[in-house]
């Protein structure tokens, strides 16, 4: 029978491969934001630095404490790579959020689960960028995409198996056998997949099946507990199948973006530490909006793992600043085995 034998949760944040003298690049998105989700609140970006104290935030801005922090998180994402190449699982099943990637509003599944043999990824040269993209975006269109036009190996048993175990398990999910197309193609699985292959398994084959929550976007963002239920369906689903092989489980996403709220951050981290799933789904619906909804998908893998008595190794939790207003993300990297 096959057996989870890991879990790793990461953040994918396009800070992670921008240099840090170029935060300021994403900063810009933050002031046009008119609507930045925190605490049950919706502020401007002007309106944030009136509703926190921004002396710490100055401070965590200044480019010296940028620095460390972007080479503390390469140091957490090359542990989460060293970690998946020891442990060296036959399998990943990756949980990420689709940011309009496949999905829009026209169909937005809550639940997708992909069950075909391969899935298309759309290939990238970084020495051949587009005119219009200015170059300190090219490594993170590069840690985004493979080098060229791939379809990865995904395992379609395993997929149909948790497909055909939700159904049962009264979980009306989406399944998909192919990317979808527009005008120009098929458009490839989007960058909550391709970071992992990219930057964590540095474009080592490893089958996959890709699991896509809607965390992000309204009006049907699926509950904390109902993601974590979905995620011990899918647990549940591996243990029943009847291939001899290993299997890991990613969570690609988080943590509170592009607000940081770090007393947030510690109480998730502190929950998913002991297994609290009471802390997660009493938290308001309010706290997972935006891309600190992407908490989710570490949810539904803590759902995954319920039955394996894994314990939580928290490699590095580092919020990036790159505003006096604390916009930002607050990167998280760790491992369960």
């Known amino acids: 029978m096959a057996r989870i034998v890991l879990g790793v949760g990461t953040s994918h944040s396009p800070m992670l491969s921008l240099a840090p003298e170029h935060w300021d690049i994403r900063t810009q998105a933050d002031r046009d934001e008119p609507a930045h989700p925190y605490r049950g609140g919706t502020y401007g970006f002007d309106a944030l630095m009136d509703v926190r104290p921004t002396?710490?935030?100055?401070?965590?801005?200044?480019?010296?404490?940028?620095?460390?922090?972007?080479?503390?998180?390469?140091?957490?994402?090359?542990?989460?790579?060293?970690?998946?190449?020891?442990?060296?699982?036959?399998?990943?099943?990756?949980?990420?959020?689709?940011?309009?990637?496949?999905?829009?509003?026209?169909?937005?599944?809550?639940?997708?689960?992909?069950?075909?043999?391969?899935?298309?990824?759309?290939?990238?040269?970084?020495?051949?960028?587009?005119?219009?993209?200015?170059?300190?975006?090219?490594?993170?269109?590069?840690?985004?995409?493979p080098l060229v036009d791939t379809d990865h190996p995904t395992d379609a048993d395993l997929g149909r198996k948790i497909i055909e175990h939700a159904i049962n398990d009264e979980f009306d999910v989406t399944s998909s056998d192919m990317a979808p197309s527009n005008a120009?193609?098929?458009?490839?699985?989007?960058?909550a997949f391709e970071f992992v292959n990219r930057r964590i398994?540095?474009?080592?084959?490893?089958?996959s099946v890709p699991i896509l929550l809607n965390t992000y976007y309204p009006p049907n963002q699926p509950s904390a507990r109902r993601c974590y239920e979905f995620g011990r369906s899918i647990g549940r689903a591996i243990?029943?199948?009847?291939?001899?092989?290993?299997?890991?489980?990613?969570?690609?996403?988080?943590?509170?973006?592009?607000?940081?709220?770090?007393?947030?951050?510690?109480?998730m981290i502190e929950a998913m530490k002991t297994h609290d799933i009471d802390t997660f789904a009493a938290e308001p619906a309010h706290t997972f909006q935006s891309g600190t909804s992407e908490i989710k998908?570490?949810?539904?893998?803590?759902?995954?793992?319920?039955?394996?008595?894994?314990?939580?190794?928290?490699?590095?939790?580092?919020?990036?600043?790159?505003?006096?207003?604390?916009?930002?993300?607050?990167?998280?990297?760790?491992?369960?085995?």
């Open 239 to 267: 243990g029943a199948w009847d291939r001899d092989c290993t299997v890991g489980v990613v969570a690609s996403g988080g943590l509170t973006h592009f607000v940081i709220d770090e007393e947030t951050d510690r109480r």
């Open 55 to 145: 002396k710490a935030f100055t401070e965590q801005n200044h480019i010296d404490v940028r620095r460390k922090n972007y080479e503390r998180c390469q140091a957490g994402l090359d542990a989460l790579g060293a970690k998946i190449d020891a442990v060296d699982p036959d399998l990943l099943v990756v949980i990420g959020d689709d940011q309009e990637d496949w999905f829009h509003t026209d169909v937005l599944p809550a639940f997708t689960v992909f069950y075909g043999a391969s899935v298309y990824g759309e290939g990238f040269d970084p020495t051949n960028p587009p005119d219009d993209m200015p170059a300190p975006m090219v490594p993170v269109r590069s840690n985004y995409r």
């Open 297 to 337: 998908n570490w949810i539904a893998m803590l759902g995954v793992l319920a039955e394996t008595g894994f314990e939580m190794d928290l490699v590095d939790y580092v919020p990036c600043y790159r505003s006096d207003a604390g916009t930002g993300t607050a990167m998280g990297f760790a491992t369960w085995s």
């Open 184 to 191: 120009n193609g098929p458009i490839g699985i989007g960058h």
């Open 201 to 207: 398994l540095k474009d080592r084959v490893v089958p």
